[in-house]
């Protein structure tokens, strides 16, 4: 158990109040884009008639951006400043999102794929330039705690995104099966492509003028220099420092299997939803809204999660919770895999409560203490988001078998892949919780 009374946002006689509250804004802005595009692996699945495994491509190009761009960034940030990274994300997420206009009027699915890998070019600098920013506004004692508070507004603005890929895109696109679909002749289904794609980017269109009023707003406040003193880039030598720290290197596989849970779990739920739902009778577009409604509600529930574990951080130590939780993840992860009914759906919705707190807290527990290197810490913690385009992939090929065996659903199957990745969590949190143990009693 411990225990600080340190103040979150003062530091050295330093209030960082306004550039928190400012910066934490950027965390809503990438949740949103990360939860309005889960839904579109179905939906761009049915607009171009593909399988769930070419569908899937949508967050190979997503999350592929974020690897590209992480040592980039770091680098950026390096010579400049955590404000010019910030900056710089913001640009190349506001014409990722413009982009999406073009892609419409070709038609084609690469466009599309190259819109996403543009726009998370520009998360990529967010993330890498954001989290270890926040870790810098305070005392180093709580900075996981106060990066898991940051941490808490992200799912707001995914469960905005979800809100608005159900209402203003999932509800409005044509009710036509994908059986249907694929029976329609070439220059009909093309009309109805054009239609469905005039929906589909009308919010990413939306998102990127909100983009641009925070750019103007981070660009006109003035913010805290933390952590911008050192210019030098010494990459070779850094690079062995950091991987050189238990805690760190084994923080960076954690994060990807991290990543990849949480984008398996909160991508193939619809799939999940929709056979549950068709399995009553249900008609396949009206599962796959309600489908999406029961990925709303987890979404709230990692939200209310998330700020109940910030509190109990207050408590208790990091690495601890971080295993308790993943134990707890892939306990219900196996309940998804065994029960083929609403049950199933149940464990999986619930399974967001415990993945709350895993992310800030492997980045907080893996960055401690680093000062100056953490920028290039925080872009290998970045670059692990690539299992969230490596493992969803490998899930989508197992969906596509069908039925495993003589009828057991490839989709319950295809959830051995999270419950791996929450047990290998859930090691990373023994250890961090061991070796903070140690240095207590040391």
Same mark, same amino acid.
């Given at each position: 158990?411990?225990?600080?009374?340190?103040?979150? @946002?003062?530091?050295?006689?330093?209030?960082?109040?306004? %550039?928190?509250?400012? $910066?934490?804004?950027?965390?809503?802005?990438?949740?949103?884009?990360?939860?309005?595009?889960? %839904?579109?692996?179905?939906?761009?699945?049915?607009?171009?008639?593909?399988?769930?495994?070419?569908?899937?491509?949508?967050?190979?190009?997503?999350?592929?951006?974020?690897?590209?761009?992480?040592?980039?960034?770091?680098?950026?940030?390096?010579?400049?400043?955590?404000?010019?990274?910030?900056?710089?994300?913001?640009?190349?997420?506001?014409?990722?999102?413009? @982009?999406?206009?073009?892609?419409?009027?070709?038609?084609?699915?690469?466009?599309?794929?190259?819109?996403?890998?543009?726009?998370?070019?520009?998360?990529?600098?967010?993330?890498?330039?954001?989290?270890?920013?926040?870790?810098?506004?305070?005392?180093?004692?709580?900075?996981?705690?106060?990066?898991?508070? +940051?941490?808490?507004?992200?799912?707001?603005?995914?469960?905005?995104?979800?809100?608005?890929?159900?209402?203003?895109?999932?509800?409005?696109?044509?009710?036509?099966?994908?059986?249907?679909? +694929?029976?329609?002749? !070439?220059?009909?289904?093309?009309?109805?492509?054009?239609?469905?794609?005039?929906? *589909?980017?009308? %919010?990413?269109?939306?998102?990127?003028?909100?983009?641009?009023? $925070?750019?103007?707003?981070?660009?006109?406040?003035?913010?805290?220099?933390?952590?911008?003193? !050192?210019?030098?880039?010494?990459?070779?030598?850094?690079?062995?420092?950091?991987?050189?720290?238990?805690?760190?290197?084994?923080?960076?596989?954690?994060?990807?299997?991290?990543?990849?849970?949480?984008?398996?779990?909160?991508?193939?739920?619809?799939?999940?939803?929709?056979?549950?739902?068709?399995?009553?009778?249900? !008609?396949?577009?009206?599962?796959?809204?309600?489908?999406?409604?029961?990925?709303?509600?987890?979404?709230?529930?990692?939200?209310?999660?998330?700020?109940?574990?910030?509190?109990?951080?207050?408590?208790?130590? %990091?690495?601890?919770?971080?295993?308790?939780?993943?134990?707890?993840?892939?306990? *219900?992860?196996?309940?998804? $895999?065994?029960?083929?009914?609403?049950?199933?759906?149940?464990?999986?919705?619930?399974?967001?409560?415990?993945?709350? *707190?895993?992310?800030?807290?492997?980045?907080?527990?893996?960055?401690?203490?680093?000062?100056?290197?953490?920028?290039?810490?925080?872009?290998?913690?970045?670059?692990?988001?690539?299992?969230?385009?490596?493992?969803?992939?490998?899930?989508?090929?197992?969906?596509?078998?069908?039925?495993?065996?003589?009828?057991?659903?490839?989709?319950? +199957?295809?959830?051995?892949?999270?419950? $791996?990745?929450?047990?290998?969590?859930?090691?990373?949190?023994?250890?961090?919780?061991?070796?903070?143990?140690?240095?207590?009693?040391?």
């Amino acid at each position: 158990m411990q225990k600080t009374k340190l103040p979150l @946002l003062r530091h050295n006689g330093v209030n960082y109040l306004l %550039p928190f509250v400012i $910066i934490t804004a950027c965390f809503a802005l990438w949740g949103f884009a990360n939860d309005i595009t889960n %839904p579109m692996v179905k939906a761009f699945s049915k607009i171009f008639r593909m399988n769930v495994t070419q569908g899937a491509m949508v967050q190979v190009a997503f999350y592929g951006g974020y690897f590209a761009m992480a040592y980039p960034a770091a680098i950026f940030i390096k010579k400049f400043s955590y404000k010019s990274g910030i900056l710089m994300g913001l640009a190349l997420y506001a014409i990722g999102a413009f @982009l999406f206009f073009p892609a419409k009027m070709t038609g084609s699915y690469v466009p599309f794929l190259l819109a996403y890998f543009v726009l998370t070019c520009g998360l990529s600098f967010l993330e890498t330039s954001a989290n270890p920013y926040i870790l810098t506004m305070g005392p180093e004692e709580n900075a996981t705690r106060r990066l898991n508070l +940051a941490q808490s507004f992200n799912p707001l603005g995914s469960l905005m995104g979800m809100f608005v890929a159900m209402h203003f895109i999932q509800a409005r696109l044509n009710p036509m099966s994908s059986a249907e679909r +694929a029976a329609l002749p !070439e220059d009909e289904f093309r009309l109805l492509s054009q239609s469905d794609l005039s929906i *589909l980017i009308t %919010p990413y269109l939306a998102i990127g003028l909100v983009v641009v009023l $925070i750019f103007l707003l981070i660009f006109f406040t003035r913010m805290p220099v933390n952590g911008d003193k !050192e210019k030098t880039v010494h990459f070779a030598g850094m690079i062995r420092r950091i991987f050189s720290v238990p805690n760190y290197r084994e923080g960076v596989v954690a994060q990807f299997f991290y990543v990849g849970a949480q984008i398996m779990c909160w991508t193939f739920i619809i799939q999940y939803g929709t056979r549950v739902f068709m399995g009553q009778g249900m !008609e396949e577009q009206a599962a796959e809204v309600l489908s999406q409604r029961y990925n709303i509600v987890a979404m709230a529930l990692f939200i209310v999660s998330r700020f109940i574990s910030t509190y109990l951080m207050k408590f208790f130590n %990091p690495g601890k919770m971080l295993r308790t939780f993943a134990v707890m993840a892939a306990i *219900l992860t196996l309940g998804v $895999i065994l029960f083929r009914n609403i049950w199933g759906l149940y464990c999986l919705v619930a399974v967001s409560a415990c993945m709350s *707190l895993m992310f800030p807290t492997i980045y907080g527990i893996a960055l401690k203490g680093m000062g100056e290197d953490a920028k290039f810490g925080a872009a290998g913690l970045i670059m692990a988001i690539l299992g969230g385009s490596l493992l969803p992939p490998l899930q989508a090929r197992i969906i596509d078998m069908g039925i495993i065996g003589t009828n057991f659903p490839a989709i319950n +199957a295809s959830f051995i892949l999270p419950m $791996i990745s929450f047990l290998v969590v859930a090691w990373y949190g023994r250890k961090a919780y061991r070796r903070s143990i140690a240095v207590h009693h040391g």
